[in-house]
Structure formats: structure tokens, C-alpha cells
């Protein structure tokens, strides 16, 4: 069987109409999706952080929910994913004996096939086990939850995790919480429109690197602390994906007091 070769000035056009072709496809192609830094996720704007926990106090008349259970289960929920940072995983794994009221500390665990879950799809801790501080508001707080709100519904007992759905007293879901946030977001389209409990995660990430800056930690320990209370290993280059907002930022600052020094020296030169 003989194959067909164009040859002659018709081979030289077909040769010229592929790599014509090939080349509009590259240009079309993204290039150094790393390089692309408008539009990546990063923490809530200031005012957003003030919004959300003021709209979610219980007793707030913007708060969305109208049940008080649910307005102190949810007000909670919020106050845990922005005092500690962690994946939605993590926060619904949570279990009542995880919290030492005496040392105030939570112990953030992992648990595949917990046979103590009953749910369909039960949310996963990726990262490493760790003991976090609770603050003695947060954990006064947790408290009243666990003996007023969680002991009041029915089915509660049933299971030991902390976050119930206040219908059946069951386990809070993966879905439930997305209702959560879906419904804030609903409700302050304006302010927390972008609001997610991975960018509440991105928000701690700001939080702490401000910290960080306020009390002049070195850059090696600032790393090897956010890694420890992230779960990530002391290796892990994850920290990068969590601190653009406060990279940014302070970047951005740079910039402008690099171009106000060069607008002084111009006029000083005048």
C-alpha cells in the first residue's frame, strides 16, 4: 500500500496552512496559568469581615435566619470558621469530646470511616492532627451551644459531633453549610458576595499575617507557626496559596510610597 505525499508547491501549501493553523490554536491556548494573579482567591475586605459578624449575632434584625436555634447555631458556626481557619472537613468532624473545656483547647482530628458517623458523605480531614487554643469567649460560647441549643433538639444525642441540622438534630452536612453560605450571600449580595468558608480560611491567613507583622516574627517561623496551625506538614509551600491578599497589599503599598518618593525628589529638584 502506497501513502500519498503531496510534493511541490501544493505539499508547501498544506505545510504552511498547518503550521498557520497550529499557531492560531498556541496563541489561543492560557500560557503560565501561575502568572495569572488577577481574580484568585484571597480573604475578605475588611468591611466585608465587620458586616458578616455583626448580620450573624443572634440577635441582629439583619440576621437571615428566622429560627433562634438556628440563628445561634449558625451565628457559631461562622464565629468558628473565622476564629480558626479551618476546611469545612475539619469543622464538621468535630466532635463534643474534642473540646477540653479545662485546658481550653480542641483537638482537630482525623477520622476516616468513623463508624460514630452516620453520614451518607462523611466530610474528611485532610490535614494533619493538632490541638488549637480556644480564646474564653469562643469556648463560653461553644458551651452554651453544646448545654442550651444542641441539648434542646431532638436527635442530638444520638451522635457526638458538635454542628447539628437543627430539623432532625442530626449531623450538620457538607451541603447544609454551603446552604449557610449560600444564604448569607443571598441576603448581603453586595458585601459577601464572594463569602465561602475556604475564603474565611483565606481570611485567618491575612489575620495572621498581620499578626505576624505586628510582633516581628522571622519569615522561617511565621512559616513553621501558619503550618502548624493549618495542618500542613513543616515542608509543605502551601502557605503562598493562603497570604496574597496580604502579599498583595503590602506590595501595593511599596508601590505607592516608591512612586510619592520619586514625585519629592522630582519637585525637590524643580
Known amino acids: 500500500m502506497t501513502r500519498y505525499h503531496p510534493a511541490g508547491a501544493e505539499g508547501e501549501r498544506l505545510w504552511s496552512e498547518w503550521k498557520r493553523c497550529k499557531a492560531g490554536l498556541d ?17 475578605l475586605q475588611p468591611e466585608a469581615v465587620e458586616k458578616l459578624l455583626s448580620v450573624t449575632l443572634p ?4 440576621n437571615p435566619w428566622d429560627a433562634e436555634g438556628t440563628r445561634i447555631r449558625n451565628f457559631l458556626l461562622i464565629r468558628w470558621f473565622y476564629e480558626f481557619g479551618l476546611r469545612r472537613g475539619e469543622l ?36 494533619r492532627d493538632r490541638k488549637i487554643p480556644l480564646s474564653p469567649g469562643l469556648c463560653s460560647l461553644t458551651h452554651e451551644y453544646i448545654t442550651n441549643t444542641r441539648r434542646d433538639t431532638e436527635g442530638a444525642r444520638r451522635h457526638p459531633f458538635l454542628f447539628i441540622a437543627m430539623g432532625t438534630g442530626a449531623p450538620l452536612s457538607l451541603s447544609a453549610v454551603n446552604v449557610v453560605f449560600t444564604e448569607l450571600r443571598n441576603a448581603f ?18 489575620r495572621f499575617s498581620e499578626m505576624m507583622d505586628n510582633v516581628k516574627i522571622s519569615d522561617i517561623e511565621e512559616e513553621r507557626m501558619r503550618s502548624f496551625l493549618m495542618g500542613w506538614s513543616p515542608t509543605s509551600k502551601t502557605a503562598g496559596q493562603y497570604t496574597r491578599r496580604h502579599v498583595r497589599m503590602k506590595a501595593q503599598q511599596v508601590s505607592l510610597d516608591m512612586q510619592s518618593k520619586q514625585i519629592v525628589e522630582l519637585a525637590n529638584n524643580e
Open 27 to 43: 496563541a489561543r491556548l492560557p500560557r503560565h496559568k501561575g502568572r495569572n494573579t488577577i481574580g484568585q482567591r484571597e480573604g
Open 59 to 62: 440577635g441582629s434584625s439583619e
Open 92 to 127: 464538621l468532624n468535630v466532635k463534643i469530646s474534642d473540646i477540653n473545656f479545662q485546658s481550653v483547647e480542641l483537638t482537630v482530628a482525623r477520622r476516616a470511616d468513623d463508624p460514630e458517623d452516620p453520614r451518607r458523605r462523611q466530610p474528611l480531614v485532610k490535614t
Open 189 to 206: 449580595p453586595r458585601e459577601l458576595d464572594s463569602l465561602t468558608p475556604h475564603v474565611l480560611r483565606h481570611a485567618w491567613n491575612d
